[in-house]
């Protein structure tokens, strides 16, 4: 069956990075388009990144040069890197395979002082 189980959240002051990662399993991962949401409380879900199956990123609005989407068909894992870090960014994120709409459990990014 399709698995996808995210880490790398935590917390992390103001200005600092993380690198989510998300393993994948059970499907041929370099066919499938991917990306990443993100869910704050009180809040929608929404799309911070995208990656195509071809490795083409796009990025939400909000993002404004500071995260990076990439993935490794040779390790069927699929990377978040998020740089200047703030604190409107704290949620939990969640990978995503588009086909068939496949959500991973969820890491939580704490972004404070």
């Given amino acids: 069956q399709v698995q996808l189980v995210e880490s790398g959240g935590g917390v992390v002051q103001p200005g600092g990075s993380l690198r989510l990662s998300c393993a994948t399993s059970g499907f041929t991962f370099s066919q499938y388009a991917m990306g990443w949401y993100r869910q704050a409380p009180g809040k929608q879900r929404e799309l911070v990144a995208r990656i195509s199956f071809l490795g083409t990123p796009t990025y939400a609005i909000f993002v404004k040069g500071r995260f990076t989407i990439s993935r490794n068909n040779a390790k069927n894992m699929v990377y978040l890197e998020m740089n200047n870090l703030k604190p409107e960014d704290t949620?939990?994120?969640?990978?995503?395979?588009e086909s068939g709409h496949y959500w991973g459990q969820g890491t939580q990014v704490t972004v404070s002082s």
Avoid: E
């Avoid at 949620?91 to 395979?97: G, Q």
């Fill in 91 to 97: 949620a939990v994120y969640y990978c995503y395979r």
